[in-house]
Structures are given as structure tokens and as C-alpha cells.
């Protein structure tokens, strides 16, 4: 059973790096994939998710690399949340949106949002397409990567 293996290694890892009293939940989804609860202390979290999500995007590209693959050798989705990280991060990314649109509703132009990663930009975009309150404003990326913004502007 995948769920295990996946449990025991992210224990183990969390072991190596000094860190007690971990919590760690493997849930599969209906699609196959495979979504992994961390709870940590506070301190421990700083650490593990570390600058913009960067340490959590990491670990869970390993884990992904490691049991990314379901039984039939087809790629399987594999997220990981530590301290519920992704639901508050999402939440700042809708208050930002929220802030866009206010700005360019009111006083036109364009709002520039910098560092965010291309999951992050989907759910801006999404926001800003799926939003009622925001039908007159488009969202869209451009330049390259590491310096790519995210632009909020009304549509054309």
C-alpha cells in the first residue's frame, strides 16, 4: 500500500531533520492521487515550508519523484500541505486579488503582482475569471521566469 510507504518516509525524514511529535496523513483522491497532511509545531513549520513555500515545494517534489507513479506506472498527483499552509497561502492570494481589483476598478492602469510560482498564478487567474464582481477586468502573465508578474488590468 502506497499510503504507507509515503507515510513512513516523510517520517523519516521529518526524524532525520529533528523533528518530534509530527503528524502525517496520507490521503489518496479519487483520481489516484495522493494528498499529504504534515502537522508540525510552529518553529518546525517555518522550517519545513520555508521562504515563500519554497522548502515545501521541495519536499514534495521528492516525494512526488519517489512515489509519483501509481501501480500501473501512470503519473499520479501528489500534494503535500504542512500546517494547512496552502489554504492560508490561498486565502492571502485572494485578499491580493481582491486589492488588485479594487485598484484598477477604481482607478484604472494596471496592478503588477511579482513572486508568486505558476500555481500561485492559476489561482489568481482564477479568481479574476471565475469572480463575478471583477467580469471587466482580465489577468495574464508575462515575462520570463524568475522575474515573471502576474498583471491585473480591465479587458480590452
Same mark, same amino acid.
Given at each position: 500500500?502506497?499510503?504507507?510507504?509515503?507515510?513512513?518516509?516523510?517520517?523519516?525524514?521529518?526524524?532525520?531533520?529533528?523533528?518530534?511529535?509530527?503528524?502525517?496523513?496520507?490521503?489518496?483522491?479519487?483520481?489516484?492521487?495522493?494528498?499529504?497532511?504534515?502537522?508540525?509545531?510552529? !518553529?518546525?513549520?517555518?522550517?519545513?515550508?520555508?521562504? $515563500?513555500?519554497?522548502?515545501? @515545494?521541495?519536499? /514534495?517534489?521528492? &516525494?512526488?519523484? =519517489?512515489?509519483?507513479?501509481?501501480?500501473?506506472?501512470?503519473?499520479?498527483?501528489?500534494?503535500?500541505?504542512?500546517?494547512?499552509?496552502?489554504?492560508?497561502? !490561498?486565502?492571502?492570494?485572494?485578499?491580493?486579488?481582491? $486589492?488588485?481589483?479594487?485598484? @484598477?476598478?477604481? /482607478?484604472?492602469? &494596471?496592478?503588477? =503582482?511579482?513572486?508568486?510560482?505558476?500555481?500561485?498564478?492559476?489561482?489568481?487567474?482564477?479568481?479574476?475569471?471565475?469572480?463575478?464582481?471583477?467580469?471587466?477586468?482580465?489577468?495574464?502573465?508575462?515575462?520570463?521566469?524568475?522575474?515573471?508578474?502576474? @498583471?491585473?488590468?480591465?479587458?480590452?
Amino acid at each position: 500500500m502506497k499510503e504507507k510507504e509515503v507515510q513512513s518516509w516523510v517520517e523519516k525524514i521529518l526524524d532525520s531533520m529533528l523533528i518530534e511529535g509530527a503528524g502525517v496523513e496520507v490521503i489518496p483522491d479519487e483520481g489516484g492521487g495522493l494528498f499529504v497532511d504534515v502537522q508540525v509545531d510552529e !518553529e518546525s513549520s517555518g522550517m519545513l515550508i520555508g521562504y $515563500r513555500g519554497e522548502g515545501l @515545494v521541495a519536499l /514534495q517534489r521528492l &516525494i512526488r519523484i =519517489i512515489f509519483g507513479r501509481n501501480e500501473e506506472g501512470e503519473d499520479r498527483r501528489v500534494l503535500l500541505n504542512i500546517n494547512d499552509y496552502r489554504a492560508s497561502r !490561498e486565502e492571502k492570494l485572494r485578499q491580493t486579488v481582491a $486589492r488588485a481589483a479594487d485598484r @484598477v476598478l477604481s /482607478q484604472g492602469g &494596471i496592478y503588477q =503582482i511579482r513572486g508568486l510560482s505558476s500555481a500561485e498564478r492559476f489561482i489568481v487567474h482564477e479568481e479574476v475569471s471565475s469572480n463575478p464582481e471583477y467580469v471587466e477586468l482580465t489577468s495574464y502573465s508575462q515575462g520570463e521566469e524568475p522575474n515573471r508578474v502576474l @498583471v491585473v488590468a480591465f479587458k480590452e
